[in-house]
């Protein structure tokens, strides 16, 4: 079976990782696993992935601060944190700093990798399909969904995967309030309380992106949900 993506995976126990590695690559992945956190950081430097998945807990270096310094390297890989199920602060904070998504332990190896062939079909890793129209102008702002770029003048932005794909779906719809399930069944497939409470993070994360042009605008519409304001 041709690998279909390379997968680094972190997981510090070690039958959770030989087991869930055996599965990917039964899948057709090719799978680097790695047992600590100083282990990945060297291995993703010296190689290439087209996804990261992140235990959370982990020895010499947790995976918040890997995720860092993977997000420094690299701002485009997916990366998909593993959280314990309790912890919910462990869910927000992963996706502040640069995570994509999360999946709570235990979790079923259906689901991990329904998770992942999300986000490679929309890395364009083994897919075919290009979205209708990747450049979007906001305001001073050119909005290059395909580089996953956010250019002005004084600067150019680098988003994640997430992000791009938050902003994309408001571009597509100006001068629309689109309702937060809406965009949650969109990007996410699915629109529970903790995804909810990841939109919320992507759009801080975005407005702080408009710095430059106080008229591009995310609003909140109470009650319903968002709207991108754009002169």
């Known amino acids: 079976m041709k690998p279909k993506a390379k997968i680094l995976f972190v997981e510090d126990d070690l039958s959770l990782g030989f087991v869930t590695k055996d599965n990917l690559e039964w899948q057709g992945y090719t799978v680097t696993h790695c047992a600590d956190g100083l282990e990945a950081e060297e291995v993703f430097k010296k190689g290439e992935f087209d996804i990261c998945v992140l235990d959370v807990m982990l020895p010499k270096q947790d995976g918040f601060t890997l995720a860092q310094k993977i997000r420094q390297r690299n701002q485009d890989v997916p990366i998909i944190f593993l959280t314990a199920k309790s912890l919910k602060e462990?869910?927000?904070?992963?996706?502040?700093i640069g995570a994509d998504d999360y999946?709570?332990?235990?979790?079923?190896?259906?689901?991990?990798?329904?998770?992942?062939?999300?986000?490679?079909?929309?890395?364009?890793?083994?897919?075919?399909?290009?979205?209708?129209?990747?450049?979007?102008?906001?305001?001073?702002?050119?909005?290059?969904?395909?580089?996953?770029?956010?250019?002005?003048?004084?600067?150019?932005?680098?988003?994640?995967l997430r992000e791009g794909e938050v902003l994309r779906f408001f571009c597509l719809n100006p001068d629309r309030v689109l309702k937060r399930e809406d965009i949650l069944n969109t990007i996410w497939g699915?629109?529970?309380?903790?995804?909810?409470?990841?939109?919320?993070?992507?759009?801080?994360?975005?407005?702080?992106?408009?710095?430059?042009?106080?008229?591009?605008?995310?609003?909140?519409?109470?009650?319903?949900?968002?709207?991108?304001?754009?002169?």
């Not at 462990?90 to 502040?96: A, N, S, T, V």
């Not at 605008?217 to 709207?227: L, S, W």
């Open 90 to 96: 462990d869910r927000i904070h992963g996706l502040k």
């Open 190 to 231: 699915d629109d529970d309380y903790f995804i909810g409470r990841s939109l919320d993070v992507f759009i801080s994360r975005l407005r702080k992106c408009f710095k430059h042009d106080p008229n591009v605008k995310i609003e909140n519409v109470h009650g319903v949900g968002f709207k991108l304001i754009n002169p």
């Open 103 to 160: 999946l709570t332990k235990p979790f079923s190896i259906e689901e991990l990798v329904l998770k992942i062939e999300i986000f490679l079909k929309r890395n364009k890793v083994g897919a075919s399909a290009v979205p209708s129209r990747q450049v979007f102008d906001l305001g001073t702002y050119t909005f290059d969904f395909e580089n996953l770029e956010l250019k002005h003048p004084e600067e150019v932005q680098k988003l994640t």
